[in-house]
Nanobody
Framework: QVQVVESGGGLVQAGGSLRLSCSASARTFSRYAMGWFRQAPGKEREFVAA?????????FYADSVKGRFTISRDNAENTVYLQMNSLKPEDTALYYCAARLKAVAAMQGSDYDYWGQGTQVTVSS
């Protein structure tokens, strides 16, 4: 069983930045593709970003965050990050981190095996 824990959420003004962190308890963390998803009140969960084993060639982003968010990973620290810049009120949501024991990242939530409890991001206008 892999435990996934997110942190770093908070309240920020529009145009500001936040960095989310996600730690996973997997002994072979480097073999897990990781993804970030978000869910706003009254809306369905949506894909944000994902990263495979090999960071440089296997990252994916939702169109809505491309150019503003950056996903990265530190396998030595068993951690994946989501750097969020130029935040907008529509980025307000509960952000979830997920893990899958595959080399390639996925953009569908159903493709992930382990999920965290989420961290709240609120962007004020």
């Amino acid at each position: 069983q892999v435990q996934v824990v997110e942190s770093g959420g908070g309240l920020v003004q529009a145009g500001g930045s936040l960095r989310l962190s996600c730690s996973a308890s997997a002994r072979t963390f480097s073999r897990y593709a990781m993804g970030w998803f978000r869910q706003a009140p009254g809306k369905e969960r949506e894909f944000v970003a994902a990263i495979g084993w090999w960071s440089a060639s296997s990252t994916f982003y939702a169109d809505s965050v491309k150019g503003r968010f950056t996903i990265s990973r530190d396998n030595a620290e068993n951690t994946v990050y989501l750097q969020m810049n130029s935040l907008k009120p529509e980025d307000t949501a509960l952000y979830y981190c997920a893990a899958r024991l595959k080399a390639v990242a996925a953009m569908q939530g159903s493709d992930y095996d382990y999920w965290g409890q989420g961290t709240q991001v609120t962007v004020s206008s």
